[in-house]
């Protein structure tokens, strides 16, 4: 016994770390306890195009911790689908992916992940029907419960091509049995315009844009949520202009030659100052670069967000003794619609001018102030505060 004593501390700690580990060689082993789905479960998207967010499962362990190197199972068992992979193992964290392009054919789709030994789980989709429309068409059309549900909204969804820019386009969504919302899209790309009434004295919606050449989405929908029946939708070109204090649509890229006249809108602060209205769906962490030329009046321009808070401004570029054209930069900050006031400096001035608003995005990549007044006019409103659908990006 007293030999025992004669081992350093070391040697104690070695031997007690053996025996705990002999003890412990005969303990059961973990193993896969369960399978769950972390994410990508209910998603969305056009037909012929991929899912936005992976499928993902997770796999639990005995022990209650992530359980790592096991092969999870992808299987398409229902609607019209390919798989980026048909396994995948699961990795430190336990979780395992696959990606789902969508097939032709529109409906529902289910995609199961399974394991040897536990209950599988199932992932449904929805395949969006997309079908043309051309301008100068009309098209009957339903929301029904059997379609494409964002949140808590039915959609449908039109493609619409300009094939030359820029287009002038009108857009009209009418309807007997529900309160009509009505948005445009760019594919790819981002929204480009969105309208619930057309005014205080109806429930249905139209909006009117400005858009460079290029293939469009229109989505017509209801205001109120889950709502379904019968509603016409109508696709008109309209003059490539900003005339008469209408508010039109527009997005990068786009190049429009208008004049200020006295119909327009007008400020009769220190005025009268007139201005043409275009409305731009801004992605915060973007630049927008916009260029206000004129020969025949001193250019200014104002920029206000949704709520009608102006946001940013310019007269005469940098240099007023070098150009009297205008050209603002503003980083976006919040992401939504902004209110774009195409005006003059001087007081009473009208003219022709020229607007370019830069495709770039950024501070630096060109092809990334203040004003003597700004316009009065009542903000954009933005019906229900509604997000863009998540499929677009």
């Not at 009309?138 to 929301?143: D, H, P, Q, R, Y």
């Not at 309807?175 to 790819?188: A, G, M």
């Amino acid at each position: 016994m007293r030999a025992a004593y004669r081992l350093g501390p070391a040697a104690l700690a070695s031997i007690a770390t053996l025996g705990l580990a002999c003890k412990d060689s005969n303990a059961p082993r973990a193993s896969p306890q369960t399978l769950a789905k972390q994410a990508g479960d209910s998603q969305a998207a056009l037909t012929g195009t991929a899912l936005p967010d992976s499928l993902t499962v997770r796999v639990v362990g005995s022990t209650g911790s992530p359980f790592a190197g096991v092969v999870v199972t992808w299987t398409v068992t229902s609607g019209s689908a390919t798989l980026g992979a048909p396994s995948d193992t699961t990795n430190a964290q336990g979780l395992a992916s696959t990606t789902v392009s969508l097939g032709g054919s529109p409906g529902s789709v289910a995609v199961q992940a399974a394991v040897t030994g536990l209950t599988p789980v199932t992932f449904t989709a929805s395949a969006c029907d997309h079908p043309v429309i051309a301008l100068g068409d009309t098209v009957s059309g339903a929301l029904d419960t059997t379609d494409c549900r964002f949140n808590v909204y039915y959609t449908d969804f039109f493609e619409l091509a300009a094939p030359t820019g820029p287009q002038g386009l009108t857009l009209t969504m009418t309807s007997l049995t529900f309160d009509t919302y009505l948005e445009l899209y760019q594919r790819p790309g981002g929204r480009v315009a969105f309208n619930d009434d057309i005014d205080t004295t109806t429930n249905n919606s139209r909006l009117n844009a400005i858009v460079p050449a290029g293939n469009y989405l229109i989505a017509p929908s209801s205001f109120p949520p889950l709502q379904v029946g019968a509603y016409s939708l109508t696709a008109q070109t309209r003059p490539v202009a900003l005339s008469g204090c209408t508010v039109v649509w527009t997005t990068r890229g786009i190049v429009i030659g208008d004049s200020v006249t006295t119909a327009d809108c007008v400020d009769s602060t220190g005025g009268p100052h007139y201005a043409d209205i275009v409305a731009l769906y801004l992605e915060a962490g973007s630049v927008l670069k916009v260029l206000h030329q004129s020969a025949a009046f001193d250019a200014a321009l104002f920029l206000e967000n949704g709520a009608g808070v102006s946001v940013a401004s310019n007269n005469d570029s940098a240099n007023a003794t070098t150009t009297t054209n205008a050209y603002l930069v503003y980083p976006v900050v919040l992401t939504g619609p902004y209110l774009l006031f195409v005006a003059t400096h001087a007081a009473s001035a009208t003219g022709p001018y020229t607007l370019t608003i830069s495709s770039s995005t950024t501070l630096s990549g060109s092809p990334r102030r203040e004003g003597p007044q700004l316009l009065r006019v009542a903000p954009l409103r933005m019906p229900k505060g509604r997000l863009p659908r998540a499929w677009f990006r």
